[in-house]
């Protein structure tokens, strides 16, 4: 949600957020409704998918603010932590849809 927020970080950004915060909401819907409904034990193995996608884009997302405040707010001074968050917010989606299709 901070990316999404954030008028820092540009529309693609934006964007890669988007689709991770959606593919988050398919696998919990995938979870609820699957049938036959999964047993608490594969339940719990799915919901760490989710964490482990969360980790990924967060501390990709510290690393940029951190860079972005340290360079004096000179977006144009953090294109590499940029290109690594937009790495990581496509690496944690995939993460995501692993978990729904495996």
Same mark, same amino acid.
């Given at each position: ?8 970080? &540009?529309?693609?950004?934006? =964007?890669?957020? #988007?689709?991770?915060? /959606? %593919? @988050? $909401?398919?696998? =919990?819907?995938?979870? &609820?409704?699957?049938?036959? #409904? *999964?047993?608490?034990? @594969? ?8 964490? %482990?996608?969360l *980790?990924?884009?967060? %501390? #990709? ?5 951190? /860079?972005?405040?340290?360079? &004096? ?7 590499? =932590?940029? %290109?690594?968050?937009?790495t $990581? ?6 993460? *995501?849809?692993? #978990?729904?299709? =495996?």
């Amino acid at each position: 949600m901070q990316i999404i927020g954030s008028n820092i970080v &540009g529309n693609d950004v934006v =964007e890669l957020a #988007a689709q991770y915060m /959606a %593919e @988050h $909401a398919r696998l =919990e819907l995938w979870i &609820g409704r699957h049938q036959p #409904a *999964l047993s608490f034990r @594969h339940q719990f193995e799915l919901g760490r998918a989710p964490s %482990e996608a969360l *980790l990924v884009a967060y %501390e #990709a997302w510290v690393a940029f603010e951190a /860079a972005y405040q340290t360079s &004096g707010k000179k977006v144009d001074q953090v294109r590499d =932590e940029r %290109e690594q968050l937009k790495t $990581a917010l496509g690496r944690a989606t995939q993460t *995501l849809i692993r #978990a729904r299709t =495996e």
